[in-house]
Structures are given as C-alpha cells and as structure tokens.
C-alpha cells in the first residue's frame, strides 16, 4: 500500500470523503468549466514554475541545472500540447481518448503530463467542459478495477457502479463509478484494456447542449446518418427542384420546401463564419497570451524564471 500511497494523495484519495465539503470540486483545484485555452495554460504554467521552485529549494549545484532544465521542457510541453480537431487525422484519433472528442465541431484539447499520469483538457467553443485525468494500471497495483473503484467511492463518496455504451455514440461496453454534484458529472471509469483506469470530470451544462454543439455527429454504425453539407444539400436541392420532389431532412423526416431548405442553409453558414470568427479571436488570444506570459515570467532574482 505504501507505493500507492503517491498516488493517492494527488488524487485525495487516501482522505476520506467526509474529511471535504464538495470533494469533487477540490479535486477539480483551479479549474472552472468555461476557462479558456490559454486560462488553462497559464493555470499549468504557473503550477510547473510552482512545483519546480519547491525542488529548487532542495537542490544544489548540478541538480538545480537539471531542475531548470526539466522545467523549460514542461513549459515548452504547455505551450506545445494544444491539438485542434479540425478534421485532420492526427495520432489521437487510434489512441485511448479516440472516444472523447469529435472533429469539426470547434473542439480542441491541451495535454499535459504531471508525472503520476496524463492530463487531457478537452474545451468546445473555447471553453473548457471536460477534463481527462488517465492513470496507469500499475499506479495502483495492476489491472484490478475492484481495487480502483473502492478508493474512488472512499475519496468521492458512493457512486453508482454503471456498464454499457459510455458515450451514445459508442456500441462497446464500459464499465464505470458515476458520481455527481450541482455543475460536474464524474466518471471513474475501467480502461484497462488501454493499461490504465480514468476519471473523467465533465460540466454538466455542456452535457445538457452537446448534441447541440456537435453539428458533426460521429457516425454509429455503417447505417447512421450523415448531417449534409451546405455543398451537398444544394445538389440535393437542384435534384429536387428538376423532379418536384420535396426536400427530406432525413429518409424518415417530414418534407422539406425549398424556403425552408434556403433558411437552413443560411443558418449553417452563418453557424460556420460565427465558428470560424471564434477559432481565428482563440488563436489570437492565445499568441497574446504568450507574450504576457514570457514578460510576466521574467525576474532577475529567480533562476527559473521566464524559461
């Protein structure tokens, strides 16, 4: 038990539930749903200068060099770690998380890895709604879910134990620990076909609107539907208009006229600039936000400061 015990203490998990008012919310820390990409960058940024002052204390003559050094990898890391899902294939698309995001629907991630396990902060629209924490299976003394979820239900409280589909979306079976307060659903949850168990912290607003938000629903199965694209809604409006048919909105849909067909296709469009606006203000916020960094992280009098 002694080597869990680590590992257990980032989590809170040796401390029993009782012992916090709203553990879910301290384990959370910093984070607020709705923060943007470079609020979250700054929020880790600050934590690694942070946990790398308290080493420095400690160190002396080669090990403060290799401290500096091992810091200005993990800010560059930050900075690096932000992947935009914009319908390129990219490595995350096979791994573990492949479940977690969809593309083409204004969503992006920034990871990063603490050392105990890696981070995934998943935002939508530029705000922060999700937050992946994976954990390897030997943290906490191999593939045994048991073992996993008694510290889960211990730290957070008891959950509901919950198998099936994890997302709607998905047709494998999970099985995971559900827990909930007034603003995030929790989800403890077995991965160990991946080498790790994950908790899964989500804001429960976004959850409400997600089929929303995501215009671009990832297909089912073979047979799912596929939401049409402006460009292909016009062939399909052409089509129409030269045999008389009504437009459908799906093969099992009412009819759709032409007017209403035209008022859709605006709204998409207006939707698409509106989305494209946002990405183009993010990706200008975030170089601001570079720059403010390095100049606030400039001091003569600390030596690991603006690395």
Do not use: C
């Amino acid at each position: 038990m002694s080597r869990l015990f680590p590992v257990l203490l980032v989590l809170g998990l040796a401390l029993p539930a009782t012992a916090l008012a709203n553990p879910i919310a301290e384990s959370l820390g910093n984070l607020r749903w709705g923060l943007s990409e470079n609020e979250v960058v700054v929020l880790l940024k600050q934590k690694a200068r942070d946990d790398a002052e308290k080493k420095m204390k400690k160190a002396s003559g080669a090990q403060k060099s290799a401290i500096q050094r091992d810091l200005s990898r993990t800010l560059r890391s930050i900075e690096d770690g932000i992947v935009e899902f914009d319908g390129a294939r990219n490595r995350w698309d096979s791994s573990s998380i492949k479940d977690q995001f969809t593309h083409n629907n204004d969503e992006t991630m920034l990871v990063y890895d603490d050392g105990d396990g890696q981070s995934f902060y998943f935002f939508i629209g530029g705000s922060l709604w999700k937050w992946y924490k994976a954990y390897p299976t030997r943290a906490f003394g191999g593939s045994d879910f048991n073992r996993f979820e008694k510290a889960v239900n211990k730290k957070f409280g008891s959950g509901r134990t919950k198998t099936g589909p994890l997302y709607d979306h998905l047709e494998d079976d999970s099985r995971w620990v559900e827990f909930r307060d007034r603003s995030t659903r929790l989800r403890a949850v077995d991965r160990t076909q991946n080498g790790e168990f994950a908790l899964i912290f989500e804001d429960l607003s976004t959850l409400r609107s997600l089929s929303a938000l995501r215009t671009n629903v990832p297909k089912r199965s073979s047979t799912a539907r596929r939401i049409s694209s402006p460009t292909s809604g016009s062939v399909a409006a052409t089509r129409s208009a030269k045999s008389g048919r009504s437009i459908m909105a799906d093969s099992g849909g009412r009819g759709e006229t032409q007017a209403e067909y035209e008022a859709r296709k605006k709204r998409v469009i207006a939707a698409e600039k509106s989305k494209q606006r946002a990405i183009h203000d993010r990706k200008q916020d975030r170089k601001k936000g570079q720059v403010l960094d390095t100049l606030a992280g400039i001091d003569d009098d600390d030596p690991i400061s603006g690395m």
